[in-house]
């Protein structure tokens, strides 16, 4: 069985109840709203942004460089805060933590990888010694350090490279090791931004089967921001966000034909908020020609939409939205 032929297994019957019932999430995004101001211009990087991600999910975050998924992984790590709206991690209200309790919070409970290794590992230091260092600063009893490192470093493939200086591994070796970092307090969450962006394909594959096997054996939450397409199609989630929002979902499964043979099913789905908003996916919107306004037509089983200039059927109960 394939990693995502794994994942799916694990994943399926969960995803599809992702959006209806938050009971029991890892996380909880209830329009959250980040303004930030310079030189007295406001940016609404969030805007009413809503997301539910249950324990043990791997899920991709992907979108353009101003969509504010970055915006939205620094409130998650908690390096940011809120400006409004529900955000909690694992039980932590993101919005109510004070200092001491978000210093706790990213020690113990959320991990986190960056794409720039220099931010993850300490290059004077070995292998090993990277991942005992977060066991230090949370006053980990030392007789324990040198053996939880073993064994993510032996779950990640480096048992071989555990006395070597960071300084000396590989660009992949060293994302591995950097994981194994993340992972060392037993967090609930890791959140990685852009962790294969500065590797080769190969490499990048390797990476990211390190961090599938990860999340399969610690069942660590995974959220993992890419650009990298090869990457967001490996997850059985991947969320697109756009202007602050959620905007599509595709969810893809693994079913069985009257064969016996096997196929890997994606279906992209818009997102419907809590306001009852939801986004079209732009290629509809320009190929549609849509602006401004559109007019909606509520069938039996769907919901029609018009361009503006166009006759809907007068069979349908139509309404304006602008």
Same mark, same amino acid.
């Given at each position: 069985?394939?990693?995502?032929?794994?994942?799916?297994?694990?994943?399926?019957?969960?995803?599809?109840?992702?959006?209806?019932?938050?009971?029991?999430?890892?996380?909880?995004?209830?329009?959250?709203?980040?303004?930030?101001?310079?030189?007295?211009?406001?940016?609404?990087?969030?805007?009413?942004?809503?997301?539910?991600?249950?324990?043990?999910?791997?899920?991709?975050?992907?979108?353009?460089?101003?969509?504010?998924?970055?915006?939205?992984?620094?409130?998650?790590?908690?390096?940011?805060?809120? &400006? =409004?709206? %529900?955000?909690? +991690?694992?039980? /932590? !209200?993101?919005?109510?933590?004070?200092?001491?309790? #978000?210093?706790?919070?990213?020690?113990?409970?959320?991990?986190?990888?960056?794409?720039?290794?220099?931010?993850?590992?300490?290059?004077?230091?070995?292998?090993?010694?990277?991942?005992?260092?977060?066991?230090?600063?949370?006053?980990?009893?030392?007789?324990?350090?040198?053996?939880?490192?073993?064994?993510?470093?032996?779950?990640?493939?480096?048992?071989?490279?555990?006395?070597?200086?960071?300084?000396?591994?590989?660009?992949?070796?060293?994302?591995?090791?950097?994981?194994?970092?993340?992972?060392?307090?037993?967090?609930?969450?890791?959140?990685?931004?852009?962790?294969?962006?500065?590797?080769?394909?190969?490499?990048?594959?390797?990476?990211?089967?390190?961090?599938?096997?990860?999340?399969?054996? &610690? =069942?660590? %939450?995974?959220? +993992?921001?890419? /650009? !990298?397409?090869?990457?967001?199609?490996?997850?059985? #989630?991947?969320?697109?966000?756009?202007?602050?929002?959620?905007?599509?979902?595709?969810?893809?499964?693994?079913?069985?034909?009257?064969?016996?043979?096997?196929?890997?099913?994606?279906?992209?789905?818009?997102?419907?908020?809590?306001?009852?908003?939801?986004?079209?996916?732009?290629?509809?919107?320009?190929?549609?020609?849509?602006?401004?306004?559109?007019?909606?037509?509520?069938?039996?089983?769907?919901?029609?939409?018009?361009?503006?200039?166009?006759?809907?059927?007068?069979?349908?109960?139509?309404?304006?939205?602008?």
């Amino acid at each position: 069985m394939t990693g995502i032929d794994d994942l799916i297994a694990r994943q399926q019957a969960t995803s599809d109840q992702v959006a209806a019932d938050a009971s029991g999430a890892m996380i909880i995004c209830e329009r959250l709203v980040k303004i930030f101001s310079v030189a007295g211009v406001e940016t609404q990087a969030l805007q009413g942004l809503d997301l539910v991600l249950r324990p043990g999910e791997l899920t991709a975050l992907v979108g353009a460089s101003v969509s504010g998924k970055s915006t939205l992984l620094n409130i998650l790590a908690a390096l940011d805060r809120p &400006t =409004g709206g %529900t955000a909690v +991690v694992a039980g /932590h !209200d993101l919005l109510t933590m004070g200092p001491k309790e #978000r210093l706790r919070y990213r020690r113990s409970t959320v991990g986190f990888l960056w794409q720039q290794t220099g931010r993850n590992l300490l290059a004077q230091l070995t292998a090993a010694e990277n991942v005992m260092l977060p066991m230090e600063l949370a006053k980990v009893p030392r007789n324990k350090r040198a053996g939880r490192a073993a064994a993510l470093l032996g779950m990640l493939g480096l048992t071989e490279h555990a006395d070597q200086l960071a300084s000396r591994l590989s660009g992949g070796q060293q994302q591995r090791v950097a994981i194994g970092v993340a992972l060392a307090n037993e967090p609930s969450v890791l959140l990685a931004d852009e962790p294969t962006g500065e590797l080769d394909t190969e490499t990048a594959d390797d990476v990211f089967a390190a961090m599938r096997t990860a999340n399969s054996e &610690t =069942g660590v %939450t995974m959220l +993992v921001v890419t /650009h !990298d397409a090869g990457v967001s199609e490996q997850v059985s #989630r991947t969320i697109a966000i756009r202007d602050g929002r959620i905007s599509t979902e595709v969810l893809r499964t693994r079913s069985t034909d009257e064969h016996g043979q096997q196929a890997l099913r994606s279906q992209e789905y818009s997102v419907l908020d809590r306001a009852g908003r939801l986004q079209l996916p732009l290629d509809f919107i320009e190929t549609l020609e849509l602006k401004d306004r559109v007019r909606l037509a509520l069938e039996p089983d769907h919901v029609g939409v018009w361009p503006d200039r166009d006759r809907v059927p007068t069979t349908a109960t139509t309404k304006e939205a602008g």
